[in-house]
DNA sequence: CTGTTAGCGCCTTCAA
DNA sequence: TTGAAGGCGCTAACAG
């Protein structure tokens, strides 16, 4: 019998038989294919074929093997194999965070297209600080994945280049990297903003405020932007321009507002957050929607048209946009080479029109933007 | 010049300087400690002490190292690491869904204490799949995490012991694990399904109809015994116990519930999905709540004080669970011992009252539930 | 304080 | 069809 050098986790004498064996190592430590190799009287090779199937092995020594595998419990060390090859078969994701639905629906995405793909997902949060951010980079990339999808926190964060990554390929998300040769999977967000304007404007309304959040945030911009134009194409001034950063100013500003001469008939808010403040600042100064002000909200959320009266809202179709983000960036993992210049999709979105507006539907109708 | 051998992967000429073999690795492939060793003029265990701090490293030789590992811009292989030692420091997490807001506020909870405790997080779903959660199991074992933290799908999985997770520590989250050898964390469902029950009861409903969704689940099940409870002792029939599987079947439901002579008056529902169908078939069978119909729902979210009228709930701490099982796991991961029996941290839950259930209250009141 | 050796579990390469 | 050797990047253990 050969000899088998033990090292420090091995340290029970050899016992002489397979089975024996096989009792042991079970209990003391993962079995491995050398375990499944002895036990079967076959080489390591012979078990590394029959699991991987890159060649025939014959009918009589697989049949042993699969025996000995079932015998050991034997499972392969995925982290070995990682560390040999060079595909992980895994994603890394950074979000925000996840209490907001609108990644929580990404996420969810994210793991199904994933695991369709033979892909394992390492997910973290930033809470959009762009060095927490940063670390749980830099972590993943010492954990080799093979991809990373990235919402990133800054607009213009500069550290965040082709070289820095090196080879591995990265797809941003919900927001655009600054370096224009990240793919990256975005929504119709000047267009949708535009549209709820458009909508106000559409009921009569001129005088209408935007409350937005921290405007460093690529989504907010872009949804500013679409505001001003709108209000610009009409001739409409735009000068109820907010950041909501919080419900006590929410509250503050929603006050102010009010007590203004010429004050706004209606509100566009920019994201589910700003949506939250805003309903809950109407509830505790008793406004009334629509005919104190009209709302419309980006983002649709689980039960917004359960408020009263339903929200109408710009719709982002997050799950597609996960499944878009995983699926391109599994492709670019395994088409093996890191394009020049990325690909920019821009995914649709389309308004729900309740009855926030001031429109007197009783169904949600459903308009495209263009 | 010590001879050094090439892989595939390094297919260019040795250069024989410093400077010129570190923009060529920088370029091929990643830089390894071998090659900040090389460029350092010192061996691998400087630089990997250096890096650990595990053993004092003199000023000098510090300070070439450091310039070495800037120049190739060096980051340590955690595989590697995770490869040869037998911590991984991350820790797999298996949610039936992320699109419910109780699941996501966890998951986010998760991720900032690992990131907090140093551990990355594998994240994947299962669908309330058994066979799904199976595979995405055994992955992650593959994977040699250090722990994992499981919301079983079903009750009864008689496949979840102790021996098939050999020695890595499981927390079941949410839903326990049938082998009592596994740590969970779970909160008072019974009590606080109860606690439904009664404020309904208060408010003088007799015929109060349960509202549930698949009975496997243990969480649905639990609240359901403290319906029964609540019945029970206050002398009340339970003859309304339903399974609301879709908005579909919900509204089925509660059209025939209308029609009975002696219809319920109030309704709990078992959870957020529930909730979701009842405030669904409720808006399109035009009734009024209070006065319709009671309603009490388990589970809290985000704009359950927004609807009309607001709602009241049993709260679950969705943060603090997601937080106290994260925290437990990476303890046991870290005493290192397999405990005989698991720890069951029954966490409280409040009831939020809201107007809902018939109360008049202007602003939410809330009652902790013993 | 520093370097050498060896091996984690797997798979590529080469040889039989 | 099968096996042996070697090395992926890192660190524990043992020298110097």
Redesign the interface.
Known sequence: MKKYKLSKSREESTPDTAQEREGEARLLR?PTMTDVARLAGVGTMTVSRFLSGTATVSEKTAQRVQTAIKQLNY??????R??RGQR?R?IGIIFP???D?F???C??AV??V??ERGY??????S?EEPE?EMR?I???????VDGILLIPTHRRESRLTRSFF?RTPVVAFDRPIADSSFDAVLVQNTAGARQMVLHLIEHGHKRIAFMGINRNLYTIHARLLGYRRAMQDAGLREEFVYECDSEAETERIMSAMLKHEDRPTAIVTSNNLAT?YV??SI?HLDLRVPEDFALVGFDD???A????PPLTVIRQPSLEMGRTATNLLIDRIEQGEIPEAGNRIIMPVEMIVRRSCGCKNRKAQIIPVS
Request: net charge negative; charged share 25%.
């Open positions: 993962k499972r392969p060390n995925e982290l070995a990682a560390f992980n895994s965070y996840l209490y639905p990644f929580a629906d996420a969810h793991t199904v994933a695991r394992t997902v390492l997910m973290t949060t809470d927490t749980e830099e972590l993943m990339l010492q954990r080799n090196g939250r309903l809950n509830s959320f689980d039960l048209d359960m408020i009263q």
